[in-house]
């Protein structure tokens, strides 16, 4: 319907020079002639979503996957559903996203690393226990394993009595790479072995 599609141009022009409420009206006519066509569904969903109309852009965001599903509408419907806090929600609708190799794609697959690496850090970072033999000094060696960027990494160097000593790692540490730091935490070669260590953070680099 050619009369809907110049609607959608028309709202796509009005949220240009920021006449988001005429815009509004605008997706709503070309919706009202086309409605069995996504595009019109989605753009005003991104533009509720701008509003901060968090439940009409979900619902058109919504219609708009299913008349045609989209990386794009799936990242807006993570983003919308982890702003809401429903990270479970978030997970698949990242999860859908990450399957295309545009930006919608990277975006959901940073998304994604960031959700893991709050839930599960020891997934992505590998960690070891070493001692400098000149200082006697405990030293922690951490090894990336993720697709992106790392840092603020946080490990725990746990002693014999269940003590934890925090250990940070500013970073960034890019990916297959590794990071070293000596701790102030002394050792002979009787107690190392009993030493254990534990990842307790890590955030990907934007």
């Given at each position: 319907?050619?009369?809907?599609?110049?609607?959608?141009?028309?709202?796509?022009?009005?949220?240009?020079?920021?006449?988001?409420?005429?815009?509004?009206?605008?997706?709503?006519?070309?919706?009202?002639?086309?409605?069995?066509?996504?595009?019109?569904?989605?753009?005003?969903?991104?533009?509720?979503?701008?509003?901060?109309?968090?439940?009409?852009?979900?619902?058109?965001?919504?219609?708009?996957?299913?008349?045609?599903?989209?990386?794009?509408?799936?990242?807006?419907q993570g983003q919308l559903a982890l702003a809401g806090g429903d990270t479970r929600s978030a997970?698949?609708?990242?999860?859908?996203?990450?399957?295309?190799?545009?930006?919608?794609?990277?975006?959901?697959?940073?998304?994604?690393?960031?959700?893991?690496?709050?839930?599960?850090?020891?997934?992505?970072?590998?960690?070891?226990?070493?001692?400098?033999?000149?200082?006697?000094?405990?030293?922690?060696?951490?090894?990336?394993?993720?697709?992106?960027?790392?840092?603020?990494?946080?490990?725990?160097?746990?002693?014999?009595?269940?003590?934890?000593?925090?250990?940070?790692?500013?970073?960034?540490?890019?990916?297959?790479?590794?990071?070293?730091?000596?701790?102030?935490?002394?050792?002979?070669?009787?107690?190392?072995?009993?030493?254990?260590?534990?990842?307790?953070?890590?955030?990907?680099?934007?």
């Amino acid at each position: 319907n050619r009369e809907g599609l110049f609607y959608e141009l028309k709202g796509a022009a009005l949220v240009h020079t920021g006449d988001k409420k005429a815009a509004l009206a605008s997706y709503g006519q070309a919706i009202s002639l086309n409605p069995h066509y996504y595009s019109p569904y989605f753009q005003r969903g991104l533009l509720l979503q701008s509003m901060g109309d968090t439940e009409h852009a979900k619902a058109d965001l919504a219609a708009s996957e299913r008349l045609l599903p989209t990386a794009v509408a799936s990242l807006a419907q993570g983003q919308l559903a982890l702003a809401g806090g429903d990270t479970r929600s978030a997970y698949q609708h990242f999860d859908r996203a990450q399957q295309s190799s545009g930006r919608a794609g990277d975006a959901a697959r940073h998304a994604l690393l960031k959700l893991d690496l709050v839930k599960a850090p020891h997934k992505y970072v590998e960690a070891r226990l070493g001692m400098n033999a000149a200082t006697n000094r405990v030293t922690v060696e951490v090894f990336n394993l993720a697709p992106g960027g790392i840092k603020n990494i946080v490990v725990n160097v746990i002693s014999a009595n269940g003590q934890p000593l925090p250990v940070n790692l500013r970073g960034p540490i890019a990916p297959g790479k590794t990071a070293r730091v000596e701790t102030a935490l002394s050792a002979t070669s009787a107690n190392f072995n009993s030493l254990r260590i534990a990842v307790v953070r890590a955030e990907p680099v934007e």
